[in-house]
């Protein structure tokens, strides 16, 4: 068994300081049960826990990590950054460049508005979506994540989820009303939605690949029926590229659909580990933001310097290494050799991956939509959870996340991992 008595002291105290001993809800590992690592460090593929335990990390801080934990090339830009100042309140080089290098790589992206997290990113991108088109209602996905924002709080996937709220306290209902919600690849649902409230959806908003409600795909022509749908009705199509973003492609989800949505939303591999979010689109809806225009939306730090710097050495690697083809290679076979381990032990098991975003479910599967995904074996998860991570294997600690692969995970680093995780589903059968 691995030692956890630091983690353990220190969630003690962390409980007793802060809700949950948490920053953020799903690190207090209530999706699996017992009690969460606190970490010491991180270099490439691994983690070290304050006793002492490695772990090969399939989370990498949600997302961002693309080139995996302190590459080298972001850890210097950084450190650079910072002898120069933390931050002016004054515009600066950094922000032209990464707006510059976000358009060329995401076309529709014709101006880029810079903010601190995905989810002000996607609240801003509604308030200008409700701005634009003078109208109230949006429409979302049952199981899609977009941050905290009280528009978004309703079927939200993931966090709330694993919480067993469906939606949370606190969101006024005058507010929520406001949020229509369809099933994920359900076209008759959302025209029909369409068809009852026309002309008063300011907006779509969607993962376009869903990794909040476990990993989820399109079906062939979702998306394209919501680009004509929305394009009819004149409400706008925003894809919540928080996630796939850099990460399945260079230009994101929208460039291995070939679809062009009115305003996008960026996070995580954007920020190359410090927080940085995006929003943008079309040049003549976003040219209702302030200054140019009258829908307002500001920020302190906002493309703060050293957070600009990690996003553009992280994208320049990108750039440069193109290891998109390789990372895709490697997070297809770690999706097979898992579904392989759980034919060979008779459980069933569906999963897939999109770039190097991928995910697994205990359920037969396919799993279309979030209802499909409600119906994994959570207990049979939990379980495989805790034996993976005593073999040193971190994996998301809840049933409805996808999970990551980095530049920084090896063909060997995979393999190993294959082999752990048959070991953890063959002890967490019993
Ligand atoms: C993570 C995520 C968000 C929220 O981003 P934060 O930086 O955590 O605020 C929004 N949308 C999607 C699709 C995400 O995966």
């Not at 260079?250 to 929003?279: C, H, M, N, S, W």
């Amino acid at each position: 068994m691995r030692s956890t008595r630091r983690s353990a002291e220190l969630f003690r105290r962390a409980t007793e300081v802060t809700p949950g001993g948490v920053s953020s809800p799903v690190r207090a590992f209530r999706g699996v049960g017992g009690d969460p690592f606190f970490v010491a460090r991180a270099a490439g593929a691994r983690l070290w826990d304050v006793d002492g335990n490695e772990y090969l990390d399939y989370v990498l801080s949600w997302g961002p990590l693309i080139l995996g934990h302190a590459h080298p090339a972001v850890v210097e830009a950084v450190r650079d950054a910072a002898g120069r100042g933390t931050s002016y309140g004054a515009p600066t080089e950094a922000e032209v460049e990464l707006a510059e290098r976000v358009r060329e790589l995401v076309p529709s992206m014709e101006r880029v508005r810079f903010v601190n997290s995905g989810t002000e990113a996607t609240m801003s991108a509604v308030r200008l979506a409700r701005g634009f088109t003078g109208r109230e209602m949006i429409l979302k996905f049952e199981g899609c994540y977009h941050g905290h924002g009280d528009s978004f709080l309703v079927k939200a996937g993931s966090g709330v989820a694993t919480l067993g709220l469906p939606n949370s306290p606190g969101v006024p209902a005058e507010l929520s009303k406001l949020t229509l919600t369809a099933p994920f690849n359900d076209v008759a649902a959302v025209e029909e939605i369409f068809h009852a409230h026309a002309g008063r959806i300011a907006a779509v908003i969607l993962e376009p690949v869903i990794g909040n409600a476990g990993f989820i795909a399109p079906d062939d022509g979702f998306l394209s029926a919501l680009r004509r749908i929305t394009g009819a009705d004149g409400a706008l199509l925003v894809f919540d590229e928080v996630m796939t973003g850099f990460r399945v492609a260079p230009g994101g989800a929208q460039e291995r659909f070939g679809i062009r949505p009115d305003l996008t939303t960026l996070g995580k591999v954007i920020g190359g580990g410090l927080p940085v979010g995006a929003y943008g689109g079309r040049r003549d809806v976003m040219d209702w933001i302030a200054p140019v225009g009258p829908v307002y939306q500001a920020g302190t730090l906002s493309g703060n310097p050293l957070a600009m710097a990690a996003g553009l050495a992280q994208l320049r690697v990108l750039r440069d290494e193109n290891p998109y083809p390789e990372l895709e290679r490697r997070t297809r076979r770690l999706v097979e050799g898992l579904l392989a381990n759980a034919a060979e032990l008779g459980v069933p098991a569906s999963g897939g991956s999109f770039g190097s975003m991928w995910g697994t479910f205990f359920a037969a599967g396919p799993v279309r939509s979030f209802e499909d995904a409600k119906g994994a074996d959570v207990e049979l998860f939990k379980r495989f959870f805790h034996a993976a991570l005593d073999r040193g294997v971190f994996f998301a600690p809840s049933a409805f996340e996808a999970g990551f692969l980095s530049t920084a995970h090896t063909d060997a680093d995979v393999e190993d991992t294959i082999g752990r995780a048959r070991e953890a589903l063959r002890a967490a059968l019993g």
